[in-house]
């Protein structure tokens, strides 16, 4: 055997290995086609699998066509004995050009393959992320709950989910242009990777509406909604020298034993729809049973008057216990309608 066939042989398993990394990734982008036909662009996505089939056949092909050469070069190698010295260094450098020709193939392969790679990243990234804001899209969003439902069900891991919307979004955007409503977005995308950078997944989940995943308690995650929403409250969002107010309203809700992930939503949405009907700008939590109010919200009436220290007048608290009882009366009225709305629901489904 030839001094450099070591050299060959590995250089051919290396090919081989390349080349097999090659079509399998190929081969599982293609099934994830599906997944991202609207993200990326279908055509180049064709032509990408066209391209790394093609170069995948082509070194195929050279693989095979070195094999060959280097096998009959050997072959008169060994039969050139008696032929003298001279002929046998001249098959050993045909020998050596040739594993030098198949390691500037494998060095070139490996940078396409990089490359390649590196495409198939960014198309995942894009796959899995909102264009505008940078957090996870709703597919990305959904297969995340899908995940934790599965540990739910295997390890009784629960997890709660928030829903939080932006709050008169539509009347940002015809008084201020659907620029400015862009740039409201982006910041409160901001916020909230700030405020819930602790949670397993935040994401737009269509238009003005955002969700959160994460593994605390309720209770834990409403109170993180609620000090986002403050601290959105706090927000000075700036456009074209036009200052933007914003405020948020939330709905969260948790894991129940036997529960499903669509039920699990709809209490989420639940209590988004309770904090809307309580007057926005507040945080609502759905215990399973009903949706109770989380953000402290205190009656105009009972607000202290920093430029006097009298104390309040009879009709002052007349003003008061009529407000609290008014404030009594909404929350009936909304904890009624809230089970009224899930009872048909229950029944729709």
């Known amino acids: ?26 081969f599982w982008f293609g099934r994830k ?21 093609n170069w995948t056949n082509e070194f195929s092909g050279d693989v095979t066509r070195y094999q060959s050469q280097l096998s009959n070069i050997n072959e008169r190698a060994i039969g050139s004995k008696a032929a ?9 450098a045909q020998i050596m050009t040739a594993n030098r020709q198949l390691q500037e193939r494998l060095e070139s392969a490996e940078q396409r393959l990089e490359s390649q790679t590196d495409q198939i990243s960014n198309y995942l990234t894009e796959a899995r992320t909102d264009g505008l804001t940078g957090l996870f899209n709703r597919r990305a969003f959904d297969k995340a709950t899908d995940e934790l439902f599965a540990d739910w069900q295997k390890k009784e891991q ?70 986002l929403r403050s601290a959105v ?19 969260v809700s948790r894991i129940e034993p036997d529960d499903k992930i669509g039920k699990l939503v709809r209490r989420a949405d639940e209590a988004l729809y309770a904090a809307k009907l309580g007057g926005r700008n507040r945080v609502y939590l759905h215990d399973g049973a009903i949706c109770r109010l989380i953000t402290q919200i205190l009656p105009e009436a009972l607000v202290p008057q920093t430029q006097s220290s ?11 216990d009529e407000t609290l009882a008014r404030q009594t009366r909404v929350q009936e009225r909304l904890k009624r309608i809230v089970e009224e709305e899930s009872q048909r629901i229950a029944e729709r489904t």
């Open 1 to 26: 055997m030839p001094p450099n066939a070591p050299i060959f042989l590995l250089g051919l398993v290396v090919g081989t290995v390349l080349l097999a990394i090659g079509l399998l990734l190929g």
């Open 33 to 53: 086609s599906g997944a991202t036909g609207d993200v990326v662009d279908r055509q180049q996505f064709l032509t990408f699998l066209r391209n790394l089939s």
């Open 84 to 92: 003298g010295s001279q002929e046998v260094v001249d098959l050993l």
């Open 158 to 227: 629960a997890f709660s989910l928030g829903l939080i919307d932006i709050d008169h979004f539509k009347q940002i955007n015809d008084t201020y242009g659907h620029p400015a409503g862009d740039a409201v977005l982006k910041h409160i995308s901001n916020t909230l990777q700030t405020e819930l950078h602790q949670s397993v997944c935040v994401a737009r989940y269509g238009g003005e509406e955002f969700a959160m995943l994460t593994l605390a308690s309720a209770e834990d995650a409403a109170a993180a909604l609620d000090q």
């Open 233 to 251: 409250c706090k927000l000075e969002i700036k456009h074209d020298d036009q200052l933007i107010a914003v405020t948020l309203s939330a709905g």
């Open 310 to 320: 009298e104390p309040l007048t009879r009709a002052q608290a007349q003003a008061a």
